[in-house]
């Protein structure tokens, strides 16, 4: 990978170790790289305050019993901008994307399985007009405030077609991730790598794609209570990890789970930053930081806890992204998204549902390296009956919070 972008080589092999384990120690960062504890925590903390580096915690959400949905809004020219930030805002958004000259919207969204169903599912799976009226206010944040304040995750697909300013809608399940989020970054060798692994047992970054984690799509299995941390009387609870030792994966039962709201305090800060302290998190949730600590261990011992690491793809050269619709033929449609998955370009590949039934995210150089991508590489797979794509102008929400605008370009800081 040519180093055109806006990171040095410490800095890349910074980013790669957090890939490998999103809450590894710096000093045990820094033992690998041959640099001190102390530069180590400077490039991390130069990166994060430059927007160019955060480590958010992801929830599975197919585990939680949630179900994926990508979402497509078109909306009135001046109220793109206020309905994409009111949706990156809320919890219940996985990623947010303004596209095609910023009237389109694409976001991707966790909706809570209901007894009935995914709630807000009834006629998502299609497009609509939108209801309710034109809206109000300047660039239509009136109407955007119509579902940003309050109201909780279970109505936010049955409430968007009636946002004014929306004119249009579709909402699509996904069915099967083949590819998720793809890292551009590689500066360790594979001895490195193989000394910043995870602890065996503990889950390292997601292979999310546009959903909620490795396992998008709805949960088959019943949903059952999370055990809590311990009982009354303090001791563990079986096959929940002591201090320092890995939870087997197998530990933690493969159905369906339900977390509690000290759980979600906990997730909550996670998603923030993934690297807050033991006592910072508890001090969220209630718990002890002990408790804390074989929590976070039985979270990602049973594959329900990852950590991502977002870099924007401008920081590593890449300056042309897009969304990519596919009408693929049922026949192939398992082909083509394994060959999606496998071509370096694409970040995102999944099966969804509705007439174009394979999604994709694509990062290239360049407006022409992405022409080159789709006339050489995708239009010649077999199967594939109609392309769509969309360029993407501006990326609010990737899977932490709302990503802030990037502080004003300056003077370069001193580096180490």
């Given amino acids: 990978m040519a180093n055109s972008g806006m990171l040095d080589g410490l800095d890349r092999a910074v980013v790669h170790a957090l890939q490998l384990d999103g809450r590894a120690p710096f000093s045990r960062i820094a033992g690998v790289l041959g640099v001190s504890e102390h530069t180590v925590a400077r490039r991390y ?4 305050s430059r927007g160019l580096l955060r480590v958010v915690g992801v929830p599975d959400g197919g585990r939680l019993g949630h ?15 206020p309905v994409a930030e009111a949706l990156a805002r809320r919890e219940d958004t996985a990623w947010v994307r303004l596209l095609s000259g910023g009237t389109e919207i694409a976001c991707g969204i966790r909706a809570e399985n209901g007894p009935d169903g995914p709630d807000g599912a009834d006629g998502a799976n299609g497009t609509g007009g939108a209801r309710g009226g034109t809206g109000s206010g300047t660039g239509g944040e009136a109407g955007a405030a119509t579902w940003d304040r309050g109201g909780g995750e279970a109505l936010l697909l049955r409430r968007l077609p009636r946002t004014p300013r929306v004119l249009s809608m579709s909402a699509h399940a996904t069915l099967h991730l083949f590819a998720g989020w793809r890292s551009r970054v590689s500066a360790l060798s594979p001895e490195q790598e193989s ?7 503990l889950s390292a970054g997601p292979a999310a794609g546009p959903s909620t984690g490795p396992s998008a799509g709805r949960a088959e299995r019943a949903s059952r209570p999370y055990p809590p941390p311990a009982t ?42 993934g690297r807050a302290g033991h006592a910072e998190l508890a001090a969220a949730c209630g718990w002890s930081p002990s408790t804390v600590r074989r929590r976070l261990e039985w979270l990602r011992g049973g594959g329900l806890l990852a950590f991502d690491v977002e870099v924007p793809p401008r920081a590593l050269g890449y300056r042309a992204e897009a969304w990519l619709w596919l009408k693929v033929r049922p026949a192939r449609l398992a082909a083509v998204g394994a060959a999606l998955a496998a071509h370096e370009e694409v970040d995102v590949a999944a099966a969804v549902t509705g007439p174009a039934n394979l ?36 990326t609010l929400k990737r899977s932490g ?3 802030p605008p990037a502080p004003a370009p300056g003077r370069p800081g001193r580096r180490a």
Avoid: N
């Fill in 67 to 81: 179900t994926a949905w990508s979402v497509r809004l078109t909306c009135a020219p001046d109220a793109a901008g």
């Fill in 45 to 48: 903390r130069a990166m994060r």
């Fill in 401 to 403: 919070p709302l990503i």
């Fill in 195 to 201: 000394q910043l692994c995870p602890p065996a047992g």
């Fill in 232 to 273: 009354p009387h303090g001791e563990a609870v079986p096959g929940e990890a002591v201090p320092g030792e890995a939870v087997p994966r197998e530990a933690v039962p493969r159905e369906a789970v339900v977390l509690g709201e000290q759980d979600r305090a906990l997730l909550r800060v996670l998603a923030r930053d």
């Fill in 359 to 394: 999604m994709a995210a694509v990062t290239c150089r360049d407006t022409g390296d992405l022409y080159r991508y789709l006339s050489e590489r995708v239009a010649p797979l077999k199967g594939v009956r109609e392309l769509e794509s969309a360029p993407v102008m501006r």
